[in-house]
């Protein structure tokens, strides 16, 4: 059906154009002779810039399939703001460069937060990633982390889009939607961000939802406390 070849399409464009950057820069790198090796250090920062997409993609892959699955990761572990949370965000703002978003963070943690790193950290840049895809140039996109009593948290990400109006609200957390359709789409991806990141929290016993806003969109996830029955390691 339409939908399925518009999907296929999608994910081939996605995985054929970063491997072809890859390719196309390391041989670059390899077999050109440079008189300044910055020239050099630039084709190799553009090959691992296609391998971060790539790793992204197939960490998506790999987690869509686990939710087929049933087996979403569900041990909590300690969260660290650096690396689970600013390193994964700020990774996925630098796709952005000629945008000059200029991103703010407010992270005030009474308490430790525990979730699956690897999983906390893909939804959390879902997150980030698209109030980063959807701002204007020069906008501003602020992420706001609060901590529960005992492991959880909420996490709040606003941008200075257009917003998602509000019959669309739930529609984009379907797998694979995409605002904008077909060959002439503006923006990259799967359609699978958001829909991972609400499975993730999901997972917890939490959720990630659209709220109101005054201006652009406002993303809300909220992780619950600890449960008696949830498995803490490390």
Not at 36 to 53: G, H, K, T, W, Y
Not at 58 to 87: G, K
Not at 200 to 218: A, P, T, Y
């Amino acid at each position: 059906d339409k939908l399925r070849r518009e999907v296929l399409q999608n994910f081939r464009h996605e995985l054929r154009t970063p491997l072809s950057n890859v390719i196309m820069s390391l041989e670059m790198a390899v077999n050109t002779k440079y008189k300044n090796p910055d020239e050099q250090a630039e084709f190799i920062r553009i090959a691992l810039a296609s391998v971060d997409r790539l790793d992204t993609l197939v960490a998506d892959i790999i987690l869509l399939s686990d939710m087929d699955q049933h087996d979403l990761n569900p041990t909590r572990q300690l969260i660290d703001v650096e690396h689970h949370i600013l390193s994964p965000v700020q990774k996925r703002l630098h796709r952005y460069p000629l945008k000059r978003i200029n991103f703010v963070y407010d992270i005030k943690l009474a308490n430790p937060i525990k979730a699956p790193r690897k999983e906390f950290s893909q939804a959390l840049a879902h997150l980030a990633d698209n109030a980063f895809k959807f701002s204007p140039e020069h906008g501003q996109v602020s992420l706001k982390v609060r901590s529960g009593e005992n492991g959880g948290g909420t996490i709040t990400i606003q941008d200075e889009s257009v917003g998602v109006p509000v019959e669309l609200r739930e529609k984009v957390f379907e797998r694979f939607y995409q605002i904008s359709q077909g060959d002439q789409r503006e923006f990259q991806g799967l359609g699978v961000g958001l829909t991972v990141a609400r499975a993730v929290f999901s997972n917890l016993g939490g959720e990630v939802k659209i709220v109101d806003s005054e201006k652009g969109c406002c993303v809300v996830a909220t992780l619950p406390d600890m449960r008696p029955e949830d498995v803490e390691y490390g």
